[in-house]
């Protein structure tokens, strides 16, 4: 089946400092790709979506100028935390829609795990 | 803004039991619903979905719909340990939920399945 990566699987920063994160669709195109977030305990929380070649559309409540989406192709999409604190701390993950043969599957990837010391 | 309620549990039943996990929606124009299984420190894995009211099932695992009362269900029959995890109930939004990968999710119910 079609698969989604991240990268890194896990990341630790220290604060005021910007990270990045890869979301990579693997054997499919998706012009449209998701970030969520899940703080411990916590369910999935989607932040933004992101779209091949235009900006991203953003959650009520999520700083765009914060966190920045970049879907600079049709397999790739990245999610930079700038200016990290500890309570960005959080597990993301990214999904994509893969729409073969007409119907569309989302797919999530592995997650990346956060920690802002 | 749509809102997915879940028995948070914890749920605990013995190996072999039917495990049954529940959710309510707000939205009375959804269309569709999900089922996921999240292992702790992974990313949720689609279990099931559903359209039609009534009974789908697959496998072990058995979704119930009844769009009339807002409430979507999720049956694991012969509960295995390797079942135990957080379970979360997933809408999309949008209206008559057509936004595709926006997903609404419930705060999860965690499961556990003992020897």
């Known amino acids: 089946g079609a698969v989604v990566s991240q990268h890194p699987s896990r990341v630790i920063c220290k604060s005021g400092t910007s990270v990045k994160i890869e979301c990579r669709s693997l054997?499919?195109?998706?012009?449209?790709m998701f970030w969520y977030r899940q703080f411990p305990k916590q369910s999935l929380m989607l932040m933004a979506t992101?779209?091949?070649?235009?900006?991203?559309?953003?959650e009520q409540g999520v700083e765009k100028d914060k966190f920045l989406i970049n879907h600079a192709s049709l397999t790739l999409s990245t999610l930079t935390v700038t200016s990290a604190h500890p309570e960005d701390s959080s597990f993301y993950i990214c999904?994509?829609?893969?729409?073969?043969?007409?119907?569309?599957?989302?797919?999530f990837g592995p997650g990346t795990r956060l920690t802002v010391t | 803004q749509k809102e997915v309620e879940q028995n948070s549990g914890p749920l605990s039943v013995p190996e072999g039991a039917i495990a049954s996990l529940n959710c309510t929606y707000s939205?009375?124009?959804?269309?569709?619903f999900f089922w996921y299984r999240q292992y702790s420190g992974k990313s949720p894995e689609l279990i099931m979905f559903?359209?039609?009211?009534g009974d789908k099932e697959d496998g072990r695992f058995t979704a119930q719909l009844n769009k009339a009362s807002q409430y979507v269900s999720l049956l694991i029959r012969d509960s295995q340990p390797s079942d135990s995890a957080t379970y979360l109930c997933?809408?999309?939004?949008?209206?008559?939920?057509?936004?595709?990968?926006?997903?609404?999710f419930g705060q999860g119910t965690i499961l556990t399945v003992h020897p």
């Open positions: 999904s994509a829609i893969s729409l073969a043969g007409g119907t569309y599957e989302q797919y």
């Open positions: 997933a809408v999309p939004q949008g209206a008559g939920g057509t936004s595709y990968g926006k997903l609404t």
């Open positions: 992101s779209n091949e070649g235009s900006k991203a559309t953003y």
């Open positions: 939205d009375r124009g959804s269309q569709s």
């Open positions: 054997d499919f195109q998706a012009t449209t």
């Open positions: 559903i359209y039609s009211n």
